[in-house]
Protein backbone atom coordinates (compact mmCIF):
# COMPACT_ATOMS: atom_id res chain seq x y z
CA UNK A 1 0.00 0.00 0.00
CA UNK A 2 1.35 3.36 -0.96
CA UNK A 3 1.92 6.03 1.21
CA UNK A 4 -0.53 8.44 -1.19
CA UNK A 5 -3.33 6.07 0.21
CA UNK A 6 -2.78 6.33 3.72
CA UNK A 7 -3.36 9.99 4.01
CA UNK A 8 -6.71 10.95 5.56
CA UNK A 9 -9.07 12.98 3.84
CA UNK A 10 -8.99 15.62 6.66
CA UNK A 11 -5.29 15.92 5.86
CA UNK A 12 -4.95 18.74 3.22
CA UNK A 13 -7.37 21.00 5.53
CA UNK A 14 -4.18 22.26 6.61
CA UNK A 15 -3.52 23.66 3.72
CA UNK A 16 -7.01 25.57 3.17
CA UNK A 17 -6.37 27.39 6.74
CA UNK A 18 -5.98 30.95 7.51
CA UNK A 19 -3.90 30.01 10.00
CA UNK A 20 -1.59 27.85 7.78
CA UNK A 21 1.73 29.36 8.33
CA UNK A 22 1.49 28.86 12.32
CA UNK A 23 0.74 24.79 11.50
CA UNK A 24 3.73 24.72 9.46
CA UNK A 25 5.71 26.47 12.16
CA UNK A 26 4.27 24.10 14.73
CA UNK A 27 5.27 21.02 13.05
CA UNK A 28 8.96 22.04 12.37
CA UNK A 29 9.54 23.17 15.73
CA UNK A 30 8.10 20.18 17.25
CA UNK A 31 9.80 17.74 14.77
CA UNK A 32 12.99 19.68 15.27
CA UNK A 33 12.13 18.88 18.81
CA UNK A 34 11.69 14.99 19.16
CA UNK A 35 14.79 14.48 17.14
CA UNK A 36 16.79 16.39 20.27
CA UNK A 37 15.28 15.10 22.65
CA UNK A 38 16.56 13.00 24.95
CA UNK A 39 13.29 11.17 26.26
CA UNK A 40 13.38 7.44 23.80
CA UNK A 41 9.66 7.34 24.70
CA UNK A 42 9.02 10.57 22.53
CA UNK A 43 7.59 14.24 23.49
CA UNK A 44 4.07 14.12 25.49
CA UNK A 45 1.38 15.83 24.75
CA UNK A 46 2.51 18.68 27.43
CA UNK A 47 5.52 18.98 25.66
CA UNK A 48 4.22 19.44 22.42
CA UNK A 49 2.15 22.73 23.88
CA UNK A 50 4.76 24.06 25.84
CA UNK A 51 6.99 24.13 22.79
CA UNK A 52 4.54 25.65 20.82
CA UNK A 53 3.84 27.81 22.91
CA UNK A 54 7.76 29.23 22.98
CA UNK A 55 7.17 29.70 19.82
CA UNK A 56 4.06 32.12 20.25
CA UNK A 57 5.44 33.78 22.93
CA UNK A 58 8.19 34.63 20.14
CA UNK A 59 5.66 35.96 17.45
CA UNK A 60 3.82 39.07 17.94
CA UNK A 61 0.81 37.98 17.56
CA UNK A 62 -2.61 40.67 18.18
CA UNK A 63 -5.10 39.31 19.87
CA UNK A 64 -7.19 42.42 20.72
CA UNK A 65 -10.12 41.07 18.40
CA UNK A 66 -11.67 37.50 18.58
CA UNK A 67 -10.27 35.05 15.71
CA UNK A 68 -11.99 31.76 15.28
CA UNK A 69 -10.64 29.29 13.17
CA UNK A 70 -11.78 26.84 10.48
CA UNK A 71 -13.60 24.64 13.18
CA UNK A 72 -15.15 27.37 15.03
CA UNK A 73 -13.21 27.68 18.29
CA UNK A 74 -12.46 30.69 19.82
CA UNK A 75 -8.41 31.04 19.69
CA UNK A 76 -6.82 32.97 22.60
CA UNK A 77 -2.71 32.86 23.80
CA UNK A 78 -3.59 30.71 26.68
CA UNK A 79 -5.46 27.82 24.54
CA UNK A 80 -4.00 28.01 20.94
CA UNK A 81 -1.58 25.27 21.54
CA UNK A 82 -3.77 23.24 22.55
CA UNK A 83 -6.29 23.58 19.58
CA UNK A 84 -3.90 23.35 17.24
CA UNK A 85 -2.65 20.45 19.03
CA UNK A 86 -6.06 18.33 18.48
CA UNK A 87 -6.41 20.09 14.98
CA UNK A 88 -3.14 18.32 13.71
CA UNK A 89 -3.99 15.48 15.24
CA UNK A 90 -7.19 15.32 13.97
CA UNK A 91 -6.18 15.53 10.78
CA UNK A 92 -4.08 13.24 10.70
CA UNK A 93 -0.16 14.94 10.67
CA UNK A 94 0.33 13.95 14.55
CA UNK A 95 -0.46 10.54 15.54
CA UNK A 96 -0.96 10.19 19.32
CA UNK A 97 -0.27 6.99 21.13
CA UNK A 98 -0.88 6.13 25.13
CA UNK A 99 2.14 4.98 27.15
CA UNK A 100 1.52 3.46 30.18
CA UNK A 101 5.19 4.34 31.69
CA UNK A 102 4.86 7.88 31.30
CA UNK A 103 1.20 7.73 32.14
CA UNK A 104 0.21 10.13 29.31
CA UNK A 105 0.00 9.87 25.29
CA UNK A 106 2.53 10.53 22.81
CA UNK A 107 3.07 12.19 19.57
CA UNK A 108 4.87 10.57 16.93
CA UNK A 109 5.23 11.60 13.14
CA UNK A 110 3.29 9.00 10.24
CA UNK A 111 5.48 8.41 7.20
CA UNK A 112 3.89 10.67 4.51
CA UNK A 113 3.52 13.15 7.40
CA UNK A 114 7.77 13.67 7.81
CA UNK A 115 8.09 14.24 3.94
CA UNK A 116 5.72 16.82 4.08
CA UNK A 117 7.50 18.39 7.14
CA UNK A 118 10.98 18.08 5.75
CA UNK A 119 9.32 20.10 2.56
CA UNK A 120 8.45 22.73 4.90
CA UNK A 121 11.99 22.84 6.85
CA UNK A 122 13.93 23.04 3.23
CA UNK A 123 10.93 26.20 1.73
CA UNK A 124 11.48 28.24 5.18
CA UNK A 125 15.11 27.31 5.63
CA UNK A 126 18.16 29.62 3.44
CA UNK A 127 20.89 26.27 3.96
CA UNK A 128 18.51 23.37 2.82
CA UNK A 129 19.97 23.85 -0.46
CA UNK A 130 23.68 24.42 0.10
CA UNK A 131 24.67 20.69 0.20
CA UNK A 132 22.36 19.72 -2.11
CA UNK A 133 22.56 20.01 -6.10
CA UNK A 134 26.21 20.78 -6.17
CA UNK A 135 29.40 19.75 -7.69
CA UNK A 136 31.30 18.75 -4.36
CA UNK A 137 28.83 16.42 -3.78
CA UNK A 138 29.12 14.63 -7.25
CA UNK A 139 32.80 14.39 -6.47
CA UNK A 140 32.67 12.90 -3.10
CA UNK A 141 29.97 9.59 -4.16
CA UNK A 142 32.42 9.09 -7.06
CA UNK A 143 35.53 9.19 -5.01
CA UNK A 144 33.38 6.93 -2.06
CA UNK A 145 32.55 4.31 -4.73
CA UNK A 146 36.12 3.90 -6.11
CA UNK A 147 37.53 3.46 -2.87
CA UNK A 148 34.47 1.15 -1.72
CA UNK A 149 35.80 -2.43 -1.58
CA UNK A 150 31.96 -4.35 -2.26
CA UNK A 151 31.33 -1.40 -5.41
CA UNK A 152 27.94 -0.35 -4.15
CA UNK A 153 25.85 0.72 -7.20
CA UNK A 154 23.45 2.90 -4.61
CA UNK A 155 26.42 5.06 -4.14
CA UNK A 156 26.57 5.68 -8.28
CA UNK A 157 22.74 6.57 -8.48
CA UNK A 158 23.17 8.92 -6.08
CA UNK A 159 25.38 10.41 -7.88
CA UNK A 160 23.38 10.35 -11.15
CA UNK A 161 20.76 12.10 -9.48
CA UNK A 162 22.75 14.93 -8.02
CA UNK A 163 23.78 15.57 -11.03
CA UNK A 164 20.15 15.54 -12.34
CA UNK A 165 18.94 17.95 -9.73
CA UNK A 166 22.62 20.51 -10.48
CA UNK A 167 21.78 20.47 -14.07
CA UNK A 168 18.28 21.33 -13.23
CA UNK A 169 18.96 24.24 -10.78
CA UNK A 170 21.48 25.43 -13.18
CA UNK A 171 18.50 25.63 -15.91
CA UNK A 172 16.25 27.27 -13.78
CA UNK A 173 19.34 29.71 -13.30
CA UNK A 174 19.06 30.53 -17.03
CA UNK A 175 15.21 30.49 -17.09
CA UNK A 176 15.13 33.56 -13.84
CA UNK A 177 17.86 35.27 -15.77
CA UNK A 178 15.79 35.90 -18.98
CA UNK A 179 13.21 36.82 -16.94
CA UNK A 180 15.31 39.57 -14.84
CA UNK A 181 16.34 40.78 -19.09
CA UNK A 182 13.20 41.60 -19.22
CA UNK A 183 12.32 43.35 -15.67
CA UNK A 184 15.83 45.55 -16.59
CA UNK A 185 14.49 46.23 -19.86
CA UNK A 186 11.53 47.73 -18.65
CA UNK A 187 12.89 50.08 -16.26
CA UNK A 188 13.10 53.76 -16.73
CA UNK A 189 14.63 55.26 -13.69
CA UNK A 190 17.44 54.93 -11.03
CA UNK A 191 15.18 52.92 -8.53
CA UNK A 192 13.77 50.86 -11.15
CA UNK A 193 16.95 49.23 -12.32
CA UNK A 194 18.15 49.29 -8.92
CA UNK A 195 15.35 47.05 -7.60
CA UNK A 196 15.65 44.71 -10.19
CA UNK A 197 19.51 44.37 -9.14
CA UNK A 198 18.87 44.26 -6.00
CA UNK A 199 16.62 41.16 -6.51
CA UNK A 200 18.40 39.24 -8.48
CA UNK A 201 21.34 39.86 -6.01
CA UNK A 202 19.09 38.46 -2.92
CA UNK A 203 17.62 35.70 -4.67
CA UNK A 204 18.01 31.86 -3.60
CA UNK A 205 19.68 31.53 -7.29
CA UNK A 206 22.19 33.84 -7.09
CA UNK A 207 23.15 32.66 -3.70
CA UNK A 208 23.29 29.36 -5.44
CA UNK A 209 25.44 30.35 -8.00
CA UNK A 210 27.72 32.32 -5.11
CA UNK A 211 27.96 28.55 -3.81
CA UNK A 212 28.84 26.88 -7.01
CA UNK A 213 31.67 29.44 -7.84
CA UNK A 214 33.86 30.35 -4.42
CA UNK A 215 33.15 27.06 -1.90
CA UNK A 216 31.99 24.20 -4.32
CA UNK A 217 33.83 25.71 -7.38
CA UNK A 218 32.53 23.86 -10.58
CA UNK A 219 36.30 25.06 -12.26
CA UNK A 220 37.90 23.37 -8.95
CA UNK A 221 36.46 19.77 -8.85
CA UNK A 222 35.68 20.07 -12.89
CA UNK A 223 38.82 17.93 -14.01
CA UNK A 224 38.88 15.97 -10.76
CA UNK A 225 35.12 14.72 -11.88
CA UNK A 226 36.42 13.87 -14.93
CA UNK A 227 39.24 11.69 -13.39
CA UNK A 228 37.35 9.89 -11.18
CA UNK A 229 34.57 9.03 -14.17
CA UNK A 230 37.64 7.29 -16.31
CA UNK A 231 38.99 5.54 -13.50
CA UNK A 232 35.69 3.97 -12.35
CA UNK A 233 34.92 3.10 -15.92
CA UNK A 234 38.38 1.80 -16.48
CA UNK A 235 38.14 -0.28 -13.12
CA UNK A 236 34.66 -1.93 -13.79
CA UNK A 237 35.90 -2.80 -17.17
CA UNK A 238 38.81 -4.74 -15.73
CA UNK A 239 36.73 -6.05 -12.89
CA UNK A 240 33.83 -7.36 -15.42
CA UNK A 241 36.25 -8.88 -17.76
CA UNK A 242 37.79 -10.69 -14.58
CA UNK A 243 34.98 -11.91 -14.03
CA UNK A 244 34.14 -13.21 -17.51
CA UNK A 245 37.66 -15.09 -17.09
CA UNK A 246 36.51 -16.71 -13.97
CA UNK A 247 33.59 -18.01 -15.81
CA UNK A 248 35.18 -19.04 -18.90
CA UNK A 249 37.40 -21.45 -16.70
CA UNK A 250 34.83 -22.36 -14.87
CA UNK A 251 32.92 -23.15 -17.96
CA UNK A 252 35.55 -25.48 -19.04
CA UNK A 253 36.59 -27.30 -15.89
CA UNK A 254 32.68 -28.30 -15.76
CA UNK A 255 33.18 -29.60 -18.50
CA UNK A 256 36.15 -31.87 -18.49
CA UNK A 257 34.98 -33.21 -15.33
CA UNK A 258 31.74 -33.68 -16.98
CA UNK A 259 29.30 -32.91 -14.36
CA UNK A 260 25.73 -30.79 -13.72
CA UNK A 261 26.02 -27.82 -16.05
CA UNK A 262 27.66 -25.27 -15.23
CA UNK A 263 24.99 -22.45 -15.43
CA UNK A 264 23.00 -24.44 -12.33
CA UNK A 265 26.15 -23.66 -9.98
CA UNK A 266 25.87 -21.18 -7.28
CA UNK A 267 29.16 -20.15 -8.30
CA UNK A 268 28.80 -19.36 -11.79
CA UNK A 269 25.77 -17.62 -10.87
CA UNK A 270 27.19 -15.38 -8.31
CA UNK A 271 30.07 -14.64 -11.49
CA UNK A 272 27.07 -13.90 -14.03
CA UNK A 273 25.47 -11.39 -11.23
CA UNK A 274 29.07 -9.66 -10.63
CA UNK A 275 29.12 -9.37 -14.16
CA UNK A 276 25.32 -7.35 -14.50
CA UNK A 277 26.41 -5.25 -11.72
CA UNK A 278 29.66 -4.29 -13.37
CA UNK A 279 27.79 -3.44 -16.46
CA UNK A 280 24.81 -1.35 -14.41
CA UNK A 281 27.65 0.16 -12.77
CA UNK A 282 29.26 1.47 -16.53
CA UNK A 283 26.46 2.52 -17.83
CA UNK A 284 25.37 4.40 -14.77
CA UNK A 285 28.82 6.15 -14.99
CA UNK A 286 28.17 7.04 -18.74
CA UNK A 287 24.78 8.68 -17.57
CA UNK A 288 26.70 10.79 -15.29
CA UNK A 289 29.16 11.80 -17.29
CA UNK A 290 26.80 12.72 -20.20
CA UNK A 291 25.13 14.86 -17.23
CA UNK A 292 28.36 16.74 -16.51
CA UNK A 293 28.69 17.19 -20.33
CA UNK A 294 25.75 18.94 -20.10
CA UNK A 295 26.56 21.02 -16.04
CA UNK A 296 29.69 22.33 -18.18
CA UNK A 297 27.82 23.60 -21.38
CA UNK A 298 25.03 25.10 -19.36
CA UNK A 299 27.49 26.61 -16.40
CA UNK A 300 29.51 28.16 -18.84
CA UNK A 301 26.27 29.63 -20.69
CA UNK A 302 24.98 31.28 -17.26
CA UNK A 303 28.67 32.91 -16.45
CA UNK A 304 27.94 34.59 -20.24
CA UNK A 305 24.50 35.30 -19.37
CA UNK A 306 25.26 37.13 -15.77
CA UNK A 307 28.03 39.38 -18.24
CA UNK A 308 25.84 40.36 -20.44
CA UNK A 309 23.04 41.45 -17.33
CA UNK A 310 25.87 43.32 -16.57
CA UNK A 311 26.57 44.76 -19.42
CA UNK A 312 22.73 45.70 -19.86
CA UNK A 313 22.37 47.18 -16.27
CA UNK A 314 25.09 49.48 -17.34
CA UNK A 315 24.19 50.51 -20.63
CA UNK A 316 20.48 50.94 -18.92
CA UNK A 317 22.30 53.36 -16.61
CA UNK A 318 24.52 55.00 -18.99
CA UNK A 319 21.11 55.76 -21.18
CA UNK A 320 19.29 57.43 -18.28
CA UNK A 321 22.15 59.74 -17.58
CA UNK A 322 22.08 60.95 -21.34
CA UNK A 323 19.07 61.09 -22.10
CA UNK A 324 17.04 61.84 -18.55
CA UNK A 325 13.89 60.30 -17.42
CA UNK A 326 11.62 62.95 -17.54
CA UNK A 327 8.58 61.05 -18.13
CA UNK A 328 8.91 59.70 -14.44
CA UNK A 329 10.18 62.47 -12.36
CA UNK A 330 8.11 64.17 -10.60
CA UNK A 331 9.98 67.25 -10.49
CA UNK A 332 9.65 67.53 -13.98
CA UNK A 333 5.96 67.02 -14.13
CA UNK A 334 5.82 69.69 -11.16
CA UNK A 335 7.58 72.51 -13.30
CA UNK A 336 5.53 71.70 -16.01
CA UNK A 337 2.06 72.51 -14.04
CA UNK A 338 4.00 75.47 -13.08
CA UNK A 339 4.26 76.97 -15.95
CA UNK A 340 0.30 76.19 -17.10
CA UNK A 341 -1.06 77.46 -13.87
CA UNK A 342 -2.26 80.67 -13.54
CA UNK A 343 -1.28 80.64 -9.72
CA UNK A 344 2.31 79.83 -9.46
CA UNK A 345 2.88 82.78 -7.59
CA UNK A 346 1.02 81.54 -4.98
CA UNK A 347 1.44 77.75 -5.21
CA UNK A 348 5.24 78.83 -5.05
CA UNK A 349 4.59 80.81 -1.85
CA UNK A 350 3.42 77.99 -0.09
CA UNK A 351 5.71 75.42 -0.57
CA UNK A 352 8.18 77.69 0.20
CA UNK A 353 6.39 78.24 3.41
CA UNK A 354 6.02 74.08 3.73
CA UNK A 355 9.44 73.35 2.73
CA UNK A 356 10.73 75.88 5.51
CA UNK A 357 12.89 77.74 2.76
CA UNK A 358 15.49 80.11 4.67
CA UNK A 359 15.62 82.29 1.25
CA UNK A 360 13.08 83.60 -1.16
CA UNK A 361 12.82 81.20 -4.21
CA UNK A 362 13.81 82.44 -8.24
CA UNK A 363 12.34 81.44 -10.65
CA UNK A 364 15.24 80.49 -13.14
CA UNK A 365 14.17 80.95 -17.11
CA UNK A 366 16.11 80.54 -20.32
CA UNK A 367 17.62 83.92 -20.11
CA UNK A 368 18.57 83.70 -16.36
CA UNK A 369 22.32 84.35 -16.02
CA UNK A 370 24.96 83.41 -13.75
CA UNK A 371 24.88 86.65 -10.95
CA UNK A 372 27.15 87.40 -8.05
CA UNK A 373 25.34 87.21 -4.40
CA UNK A 374 24.32 89.82 -3.04
CA UNK A 375 26.19 91.86 -0.66
CA UNK A 376 22.81 92.51 1.38
CA UNK A 377 22.28 89.27 2.53
CA UNK A 378 25.76 89.34 4.65
CA UNK A 379 28.60 87.39 5.42
CA UNK A 380 28.59 83.97 6.99
CA UNK A 381 28.28 83.74 10.78
CA UNK A 382 28.42 80.74 12.61
CA UNK A 383 26.38 80.29 15.82
CA UNK A 384 26.74 77.70 18.59
CA UNK A 385 25.25 74.69 18.94
CA UNK A 386 22.84 74.76 21.92
CA UNK A 387 22.68 72.02 24.15
CA UNK A 388 18.97 70.76 24.89
CA UNK A 389 18.62 70.02 28.74
CA UNK A 390 18.91 66.49 29.63
CA UNK A 391 15.44 65.12 30.26
CA UNK A 392 14.97 62.66 32.90
CA UNK A 393 13.52 59.40 33.06
CA UNK A 394 9.85 58.98 33.51
CA UNK A 395 9.68 56.20 35.92
CA UNK A 396 6.02 55.62 35.73
CA UNK A 397 6.42 54.66 32.33
CA UNK A 398 8.90 51.93 32.94
CA UNK A 399 7.62 48.41 31.10
CA UNK A 400 9.63 45.11 32.08
CA UNK A 401 10.82 43.61 28.91
CA UNK A 402 10.92 40.02 28.47
CA UNK A 403 14.47 39.15 29.14
CA UNK A 404 13.97 35.54 29.89
CA UNK A 405 12.94 32.59 27.84
CA UNK A 406 9.80 30.80 28.59
CA UNK A 407 11.54 27.67 29.77
CA UNK A 408 13.51 29.70 32.54
CA UNK A 409 10.43 30.91 33.98
CA UNK A 410 8.61 27.70 33.58
CA UNK A 411 11.46 26.49 35.33
CA UNK A 412 11.30 29.09 38.04
CA UNK A 413 8.12 28.14 38.70
CA UNK A 414 8.25 24.61 39.03
CA UNK A 415 11.18 25.17 41.55
CA UNK A 416 8.59 26.83 44.01
CA UNK A 417 5.44 24.62 43.53
CA UNK A 418 4.74 22.52 46.57
CA UNK A 419 2.09 20.23 47.16
CA UNK A 420 0.42 21.19 43.71
CA UNK A 421 1.17 25.01 44.96
CA UNK A 422 3.24 27.67 43.31
CA UNK A 423 4.00 29.01 47.09
CA UNK A 424 6.25 32.04 47.31
CA UNK A 425 8.29 32.76 50.54
CA UNK A 426 11.39 34.53 51.96
CA UNK A 427 13.62 32.32 50.29
CA UNK A 428 12.10 32.55 46.73
CA UNK A 429 14.02 35.87 45.60
CA UNK A 430 18.00 35.13 46.07
CA UNK A 431 18.80 37.78 43.25
CA UNK A 432 17.27 40.76 40.81
CA UNK A 433 16.41 37.82 38.49
CA UNK A 434 14.56 35.81 40.56
CA UNK A 435 12.55 38.73 41.57
CA UNK A 436 11.51 39.93 37.78
CA UNK A 437 10.97 36.10 37.36
CA UNK A 438 8.72 36.33 40.00
CA UNK A 439 7.17 39.38 38.16
CA UNK A 440 6.39 36.77 35.12
CA UNK A 441 5.10 34.34 36.88
CA UNK A 442 2.55 36.89 38.61
CA UNK A 443 1.91 38.88 34.97
CA UNK A 444 1.05 35.15 33.37
CA UNK A 445 -1.04 34.44 36.04
CA UNK A 446 -3.44 37.66 36.27
CA UNK A 447 -3.76 38.81 33.00
CA UNK A 448 -3.84 35.21 31.22
CA UNK A 449 -5.13 33.27 34.48
CA UNK A 450 -7.09 29.97 33.75
CA UNK A 451 -10.14 29.04 34.97
CA UNK A 452 -8.78 26.52 36.98
CA UNK A 453 -6.12 28.46 39.32
CA UNK A 454 -6.81 30.41 42.73
CA UNK A 455 -4.36 32.86 43.15
CA UNK A 456 -3.97 35.26 46.71
CA UNK A 457 -1.27 37.54 47.45
CA UNK A 458 -0.90 37.74 51.29
CA UNK A 459 1.66 40.33 53.14
CA UNK A 460 4.67 42.24 52.48
CA UNK A 461 7.95 40.06 52.52
CA UNK A 462 11.70 41.17 53.16
CA UNK A 463 14.71 38.68 52.86
CA UNK A 464 17.89 39.20 54.28
CA UNK A 465 19.49 40.30 50.65
CA UNK A 466 16.65 43.41 50.97
CA UNK A 467 14.50 42.61 48.60
CA UNK A 468 10.60 43.30 49.17
CA UNK A 469 7.92 41.03 47.45
CA UNK A 470 4.78 40.33 48.38
CA UNK A 471 3.54 36.48 49.45
CA UNK A 472 1.87 35.12 46.06
CA UNK A 473 -0.15 31.74 46.26
CA UNK A 474 -1.12 30.05 43.00
CA UNK A 475 -3.06 26.97 43.46
CA UNK A 476 -3.45 24.73 40.27
Request: hydrophobic fraction near 35%; glycine fraction near 2%.
Amino acid sequence: MSLINKIPKEFYKLFASKYREYYQRFLISIYEESGRSYSLLGLTERECCAIMNEWIAAETLDWSEEQFDEEGELLTRSNMAFVCLKHLEEWGWLRKDYDESLNSYVVSFPEYSQLFVELFQRLYSEDSTKERESVLAVYSYLYTYSADKEKNNEILKSALQTSQSLLRMLSNMQEGMRGYFDELSRQRSFLGIQEVLVNEINNSDSKKYAILTTTDSFYRYKEAVKELIDQNLSENEARRQQFLDQQMQLKLQMESEKSVPVEYTPKYRRLERAVSLCEEAMDIIYRIEREFDAIERRYNKLIEQKTVFASRAAARIRYILMEGAAEEDQTVTLVNLLNRSSCQEEILTKLADRMHLTERFHVITERSLFRKRDSERGSFEPQAVVREEDQREDLDSFVLKPLYTGKEIAEFRRKNIKDGRFTVTRDTVQSIEDLEKLFFVWQDATEIAENDQEISIGEELENEEGFRFSELTIKE
